[in-house]
């Protein structure tokens, strides 16, 4: 089946350090994949996303590359700021039966001052 | 530029009482959808619509009816609520050809 599995949480940095959060998938097909933001009370927002092999998706300093050979789509940040605390989700979507889309289970993030 | 938009965003129910959470969206999307979030489980597909007039089963269905009232309404309806569906609950919307889903605050629900 289809599935997503993201590093668990939370994770705790210090401002300016580098951020990863590791994403990897199982998909029958060619999936489109997602991260998504949650900040605190908010629902959830679309922070970048990737259509194939080997895009690079990119928002405010977050980027992640679609490694097909792999089935990885790893957040990155060279420098967190606090700003940045939130959950965040993972998540592939296929074109088929309605475009559901299925999520990880979140990666918490706190970043310190 | 209100998006998607719940109602209500908190709500405490007896068990066996019945309730409705209200989805609408403005953005003229075709597709709309109910996801479940509970700790540790990410967000889990409850019932979607492809489009109006069409209503389909997710993962987690069961407890749960829905009803595409119009082509910006999505409703998500609990006959009688139990202690397992205390959770929070957020509407999404997509438009057409493309995966990225826009979400609404989200309804918190408690079941005692």
């Known amino acids: 089946g289809n599935s997503v599995t993201q590093m668990e949480g939370p994770v705790t940095l210090s401002e300016e350090a580098f951020l990863t959060i590791n994403c990897t998938y199982t998909?029958?097909?060619?999936?489109?994949l997602f991260w998504y933001v949650q900040y605190p009370g908010e629902g959830l927002q679309l922070l970048l996303k990737?259509?194939?092999?080997?895009d690079k998706g990119s928002n405010k300093g977050f980027e992640a590359t679609y490694r097909k050979e792999t089935t990885s789509f790893h957040l990155e940040k060279g420098s967190v700021q606090v700003s940045d605390s939130a959950v965040y989700f993972c998540?592939?979507?296929?074109?088929?039966?309605?475009?559901?889309?299925?999520f990880g289970a979140g990666t918490r993030l706190f970043v310190k001052a | 530029n209100a998006g998607v938009t719940q109602t209500p965003k908190f709500q405490v129910l007896k068990t066996g009482q019945s309730m409705t959470l209200q989805c609408a969206q403005d953005?003229?999307?075709?597709?709309m959808y109910w996801y479940r979030q509970d700790p540790g489980m990410g967000l889990r597909l409850i019932y979607y619509?492809?489009?109006?007039?069409?209503?389909d089963k997710g993962e987690v269905p069961n407890g749960y009816n829905v009803s595409r009232l119009n082509k910006r309404e999505f409703s998500l309806r609990l006959e009688s609520a139990a202690p397992s569906q205390t959770s929070v609950y957020f509407c999404?919307?997509?438009?057409?050809?493309?995966?990225?889903?826009?979400f609404g605050e989200g309804s918190r629900l408690t079941v005692l």
């Open positions: 998909a029958t097909g060619y999936p489109s």
């Open positions: 999404a919307s997509r438009p057409l050809n493309t995966g990225e889903l826009f």
């Open positions: 998540a592939l979507s296929l074109n088929t039966g309605g475009f559901k889309t299925i």
């Open positions: 619509s492809a489009s109006e007039g069409t209503t």
């Open positions: 953005m003229n999307h075709n597709s």
């Open positions: 990737a259509t194939k092999a080997d």
